[in-house]
């Protein structure tokens, strides 16, 4: 039988697991929120983007990521990733607003863009 683990140990090591990534996304996440809220001028488009950089990025390094990185490197991998995240969240955000529709954008932009985040760390991941 598998030894049973406390529900205290499982939230402690998931919290614990890559402390510098979560703790960099955090605080990317709050910076994200102020900094875009006014110039994204939506509720949902700031928000999604927030979840985009601040939710999924942890997750990916966590469970897709083919290695882990010393605390520094963790932390430059780490504001690499939201970089490039928002860039593509706001590219397909303005692109959906410009040319199709300003109701879908924010949703289209946050699918695309959580698609291609896990979609390029799992092709990276199969391709070491």
Not at 20 to 30: M, Q
Not at 92 to 97: D, G, N, P, S, Y
Not at 111 to 119: A, K, L, P, R, S
Request: glycine fraction near 8%; charged fraction near 15%; charge should be negative.
């Amino acid at each position: 039988m598998a030894e049973e683990r406390s529900y205290k140990t499982i939230i402690k090591d998931e919290l614990t697991s890559n402390l510098p990534v979560t703790i960099t996304t955090v605080l990317l996440g709050v910076g994200v929120l102020f900094t875009f809220s006014e110039l994204l001028g939506e509720f949902e488009a700031t928000y999604l983007l927030v979840g985009v950089t601040a939710l999924f990025i942890p997750q990916i390094y966590d469970r897709i990521w083919p290695e882990s990185y010393s605390t520094i490197a963790a932390i430059v991998w780490t504001i690499c990733a939201v970089l490039i995240s928002t860039g593509v969240f706001i590219g397909i955000l303005q692109i959906m607003r410009s040319n199709v529709s300003t109701d879908l954008a924010a949703p289209v932009a946050f699918g695309v863009t959580t698609i291609i985040q896990y979609g390029s760390a799992g092709l990276f991941a199969r391709a070491r």
